[in-house]
């Protein structure tokens, strides 16, 4: 079974920046096979959809409060993708996850995922 495993929370300060990294493990398992989301689960609310990358090419897909403050990007020589945090706000804080549904590339009508890790956390301090 394809376990998902997230890294790189921690505390920034406003404006600061952070880098998530996610990785699967289990047998036969790659992250290159998939497409790759991001969301983020602040206190009380619900999953909020970040951005996505499609399996190949490239393709990148993000929601609103990520678009132009957040990269996600896909290193396929050591099978990770990342989410690069800029420009943090105290709105940010959240327990961020990465997750996928196994399919190729991101519905860009929506957030399409099944599975997803445990979670790293991301606290901003004014």
Do not use: H, M
Request: hydrophobic fraction near 30%; charged fraction near 15%.
């Amino acid at each position: 079974q394809v376990q998902l495993v997230e890294s790189g929370g921690g505390e920034a300060q406003p404006g600061g920046s952070l880098r998530l990294s996610c990785v699967a493990s289990g047998p036969g398992t790659g992250l290159y096979f998939y497409a790759v989301t991001w969301f983020g689960q602040a206190p009380g609310k619900e999953g909020e959809g970040l951005a996505c990358i499609d399996q190949e090419g490239g393709g990148t897909f993000y929601g609103d409060s990520a678009r132009g403050r957040f990269t996600i990007s896909r290193d396929t020589a050591v099978n990770k993708v990342y989410l690069q945090l800029t420009g943090l706000t105290v709105d940010d804080t959240a327990i961020y996850y990465c997750a996928t549904d196994f399919g190729r590339k991101c519905d860009r009508t929506g957030w399409s995922y099944d599975t997803w890790g445990q979670g790293t956390q991301v606290t901003v301090i004014s």
